[in-house]
């Protein structure tokens, strides 16, 4: 086995898609099957298990997934080491928002670019509260997302800034907010959740404090969507202030003041401590740090 088929089976390992991996790793799909059979053969273990729906990881191929990271960046550390130029190259791989990819990538890209032109960068974009499980699965190199309650040891974390979480309310749809004694009847006025994630965790621990059970109509994933029902009238939500600043659809959203208000979030760039030691993880993280 080689680099490339390493990094064709890790990108088929995050993807779990061969239709996806092969486009875009530029390998028709039949060659990636042949690939990873002959991973397998090689091995002696089943690394995939697929039929005409899905596909998975078995145990083996969990454990080449960690072995095929602990490679490639052995390799990139190596090649870092041995090289006599002075020019940075090779891969760097993020996963962010779309609201950070153009709110808060932007500056850090333009400067990092201008300084290390010849290192590609490849950009995921999905729900913010997958972040860091895609860090810590070792999918991508850096990630932006919110500092836990909790922030795992194995996770740096640099802060890029701080924004409030809110409550909103659609602007046109007034009769979607149930009032009880001039206050809101959170049991019966419908709630858009996320479903799962720190915002979720908080929205949770605010509704239990206050022993609320909230009349939940939909949870679904993302900020973005959850702005998009809210603004259709579907039910008050919560997100990050941000991600409704950013938001093509904020004219048609208000802010609900609540009391006690939630935490905010402190947003920031994260990668693995060991990754710091591939020399473009470091040279990102230089430049996130002086811009911050």
């Not at 996320?194 to 609320?212: C, P, V």
């Not at 659809?249 to 710091?276: H, N, T, W, Y």
């Amino acid at each position: 086995m080689d680099n490339r088929e390493l990094k064709l089976f890790k990108h088929l390992a995050s993807s779990l898609h061969f239709g996806q991996t092969s486009r875009a790793c530029h390998v028709t799909p039949s060659a990636l099957t042949r690939i990873i059979q002959r991973l397998e053969e090689e091995l002696g273990e089943t690394l995939f298990l697929r039929d005409n729906r899905s596909v998975s990881l078995t145990t083996a191929g969990r454990a080449f997934r960690s072995y095929a990271d602990d490679v490639l960046q052995r390799f990139e550390v190596l090649r870092g080491d041995l090289s006599t130029e002075d020019v940075l190259g090779g891969e760097i791989s993020l996963y962010c928002s779309v609201t950070a990819a153009y709110s808060i990538l932007p500056v850090i890209f333009q400067k990092f670019r201008s300084v290390h032109p010849n290192v590609h960068i490849t950009l995921q974009t999905g729900d913010a509260a997958l972040a860091l499980s895609k860090l810590q699965n070792q999918e991508v190199d850096i990630t932006v997302a919110a500092l836990p309650d909790s922030l795992p040891q194995r996770v740096e974390f640099l802060k890029i800034l701080e924004t409030p979480l809110v409550f909103i309310v659609p602007s046109d749809f007034p009769e979607t907010i149930r009032f009880h004694k001039g206050q809101i009847d959170w049991e019966e006025t419908p709630v858009i959740m996320a479903n799962f994630g720190l915002s979720r965790e908080r929205t949770d621990r605010w509704f239990q404090e206050k022993s609320i059970v909230p009349s939940i109509y939909a949870q679904v994933a993302g900020n973005e969507a959850i702005i998009a029902m809210v603004a259709l009238g579907c039910g008050v939500g919560v997100v990050p202030g941000l991600v409704l600043e950013k938001s093509p659809l904020k004219r048609q959203i208000d802010i609900v003041a609540v009391d006690p208000e939630l935490e905010s979030f402190s947003i920031g760039i994260c990668a693995m401590k060991k990754s710091m030691r591939l020399p473009q993880v470091g040279a990102f993280w230089e430049i996130a740090s002086s811009i911050t």
